[in-house]
Nanobody, 115 residues
Framework: QVQVVESGGGSVQPGGSLRLSCAAS????????MSWYRQAPGKERELVAR???????NYADSVKGRFTISRDNAKNTVYLQMNSLNSEDTAVYYC?????????WGQGTQVTVSS
């Protein structure tokens, strides 16, 4: 079993920044993928960014150049630095941990961008 816990959500004005964190604990495989997804009201959940153990990353086109995903393998923690936020970034952000057919999600953290 793997437990995944997000933190760092909140409210911010347009143009502002937030940093999300996600810590995985339990039966951790050394090689894994950690990802951030988001789901806005009335929309499907979408991939925001992912990072594998070696550091390779992928981003949704909508966040490229604004968001940065990083990880600390020693702490089994992934971060999402979000800059230049706008109203379209408002959503519940979920962390996902996957490895060798195992798939675990966090409970989500709300990010609201509003003036």
């Amino acid at each position: 079993q793997v437990q995944v816990v997000e933190s760092g959500g909140g409210s911010v004005q347009p143009g502002g920044s937030l940093r999300l964190s996600c810590a995985a604990s339990g039966s951790i495989f050394r090689l894994n993928t950690m990802s951030w997804y988001r789901q806005a009201p009335g929309k499907e959940r979408e991939l925001v960014a992912r990072i594998i153990t070696g550091g390779s990353t992928n981003y949704a086109d909508s966040v490229k150049g604004r968001f940065t995903i990083s990880r600390d393998n020693a702490k089994n923690t992934v971060y999402l630095q979000m800059n230049s936020l706008n109203s379209e970034d408002t959503a519940v952000y979920y962390c996902r941990w996957t490895a060798w057919g195992h798939d675990y999600w966090g409970q989500g953290t709300q990010v609201t961008v509003s003036s």
